[in-house]
C-alpha cells in the first residue's frame, strides 16, 4: 500500500479501497510493461445503453484507470430506445473481435432489454464483470473463469488488511447475483473457510444474526440498515450498498454508528467501490490470458 492504516475517532481500522485500487493500478502496469514489446495491449470493451449520469461516470473512471494501468480500452454507446437486437449485434461484434479482451455490458439495462440473452453472448473467457450463467458456474465448480469484480474486491480488502477468515463466521446480507450469493460462496471456499450466513431483508431479528458474526457485509441495498446494535465489538464491517436518499448517496451501514464499535470499516464512499474496478482491471488482464493473447502469469503472481 502507498499510505499507513488509518483509523476512524473510535479506532476502527480504515479498509482504504482507494488506495488499494491505485497500488493494483500501478501493479497491472507493472506486469504490462514487463511482457516488453511483442504483444497486444490488453483491451477492455464496454457497452452502455442510455443516458444514465452515474452510469456514464462509471464507465469513464473504469476506462481512465484501464489507461493508467496500461491498457487500452473501447467503449460503444447506444441510444436508451436501442432494441434487442442492436444491443445483441454489438456485444457479438465485440465477442469476434480478437483485438477485445474483456467485454463489460454496463448495468442495468433499460427495462425493454432481456439483460440475460444480452450477456449470454459474451465469452465466458471475455466475461470480465463474472456475471454470465457460465462464469457463475464455473464459480460453484471451483473452475477457473472470472469471479464478480465486487465480491472479489471484498476479498483483495480482506486479504489487505489481515482479516482473518478461516474458521470465522461471516454474514452476508443481500442475495443478489451481482454481490450477495458469489461472495457466500468466495467466503466459502477453500483456503478461505468461514462459516457463512446468507442473510436478506426477511431474515427473522438481523440483529440478532449480525452480532455473532466477525465479519459482516451489507449489500442489501437499504440505506443504513446496520447500526452499532449489529455489530459485535472489533467485528469487520464492509459496506457494498448503494442507496440514493434525499441526504445523497449512503450505503448500507451507519458508519458513525459502526465505526464506535467496529475493528474494521469500509469507507463510503472510497471502501468497495474503487475495488470494483480494480479488480474488473485485473479480470480483464487475466482475460488476455486465457485467450492466449499474452503470456501467462508470473509464478510470483499465482494465487493472488
Excluded: W
Excluded at 102 to 130: F, N, R, S, Y
Excluded at 166 to 171: S, T, Y
Excluded at 191 to 196: E, I, K, L, Y
Excluded at 214 to 230: Q, S
Amino acid at each position: 500500500m502507498t499510505t499507513e492504516i488509518e483509523r476512524t475517532p473510535g479506532g476502527a481500522i480504515i479498509m482504504n479501497g482507494a488506495a488499494l485500487r491505485d497500488d493494483t493500478v500501478l501493479r497491472l502496469r507493472a506486469e504490462i510493461e514487463s511482457m516488453g514489446l511483442g504483444y497486444p495491449t490488453v483491451c477492455l470493451a464496454t457497452v452502455l445503453v442510455g443516458d444514465d449520469k452515474p452510469s456514464q461516470i462509471y464507465v469513464r473512471t473504469k476506462h481512465k484507470k484501464a489507461a493508467e494501468a496500461g491498457m487500452t480500452s473501447t467503449h460503444v454507446g447506444l441510444a436508451i430506445d436501442a432494441t434487442q437486437a442492436e444491443v445483441e449485434d454489438t456485444v457479438r461484434t465485440l465477442a469476434a473481435d480478437p483485438s477485445v479482451h474483456g467485454i463489460l455490458v454496463q448495468l442495468p439495462l433499460p427495462a425493454h432489454l432481456d439483460t440475460e440473452a444480452v450477456l449470454d453472448l459474451v465469452p465466458a473467457a471475455k466475461d470480465v464483470d463474472g456475471l454470465t450463467e457460465a462464469s457463475m458456474g464455473r464459480l460453484m465448480r471451483g473452475r477457473n473463469g472470472h469471479v464478480p469484480c465486487t465480491p472479489k474486491g471484498v476479498m483483495r480488502l480482506l486479504e489487505r488488511y489481515e482479516i482473518p477468515t478461516v474458521g470465522k463466521k461471516a454474514v452476508v446480507i443481500g442475495r443478489s447475483s451481482l454481490v450477495g450469493l458469489p461472495l457466500a460462496v468466495l467466503f466459502a471456499r477453500k483456503g478461505v473457510d468461514a462459516t457463512v450466513t446468507l442473510a436478506h431483508s426477511r431474515t427473522t431479528d438481523l440483529v440478532e444474526v449480525c452480532r455473532d458474526a466477525d465479519i459482516i457485509v451489507g449489500a442489501a441495498g437499504m440505506a443504513r440498515l446496520i447500526t452499532a446494535a449489529h455489530v459485535k465489538p472489533g467485528a469487520t464491517v464492509i459496506d457494498v450498498g448503494v442507496s440514493r436518499t434525499e441526504s445523497g448517496i449512503v450505503g448500507d451501514v451507519d458508519f458513525d454508528s459502526v465505526q464506535a464499535v467496529a475493528g474494521a470499516i469500509t469507507p463510503m464512499p472510497g471502501g468497495t467501490g474503487p475495488m470494483t474496478i480494480a479488480c474488473l482491471l485485473e479480470n480483464t488482464l487475466e482475460a488476455a490470458r486465457m485467450l492466449g493473447a499474452i503470456p501467462p502469469a508470473p509464478a510470483t503472481n499465482k494465487g493472488r
